[in-house]
Nanobody, 120 residues
Framework: VQLQASGGGLVQAGGSLRLSCAASGSIFSINTMGWYRQRPGKQRDLVAT???????MYADSVKGRFTISRDNAKNTVYLQMSSLKPEDTAVYFC???????????????WGQGTLVTVSS
């Protein structure tokens, strides 16, 4: 199973970006999908998650500005980021909890990370 993230880039403060992350491989089903971010010199922090029933959770720092969604037919999770601030600058990593075809177990998979830079 592989997760491919895309959509990062450079944006001015107040602008918007949309991140995408597509899962591929021997996928039987996907439970939770989400995004973490790692700011320079900081640990990796949770940004948002979305469950299989579209239940969502957000970090307090992004509530009201970021929206997570998913397309189950495409095994893809999105992160719409608006009203971006310089402190949102980070490498954003997607993840998914996946049941693969060959086993009955759930496994966590991570994307490669995509850099978001917000200039002031």
């Amino acid at each position: 199973v592989q997760l491919q993230a895309s959509g990062g880039g450079l944006v001015q403060a107040g602008g918007s970006l949309r991140l995408s992350c597509a899962a591929s491989g021997s996928i039987f089903s996907i439970n939770t999908m989400g995004w973490y971010r790692q700011r320079p010199g900081k640990q990796r922090d949770l940004v948002a998650t979305i469950g299989s029933s579209d239940n969502t959770m957000y970090a307090d720092s992004v509530k009201g500005r970021f929206t997570i969604s998913r397309d189950n037919a495409k095994n893809t999770v999105y992160l719409q980021m608006s009203s971006l601030k310089p402190e949102d600058t980070a490498v954003y990593f997607c993840y998914a909890i996946v049941k693969v075809v060959t086993t009955a177990a759930w496994h966590s998979y991570w994307g490669q990370g995509t850099l978001v830079t917000v200039s002031s």
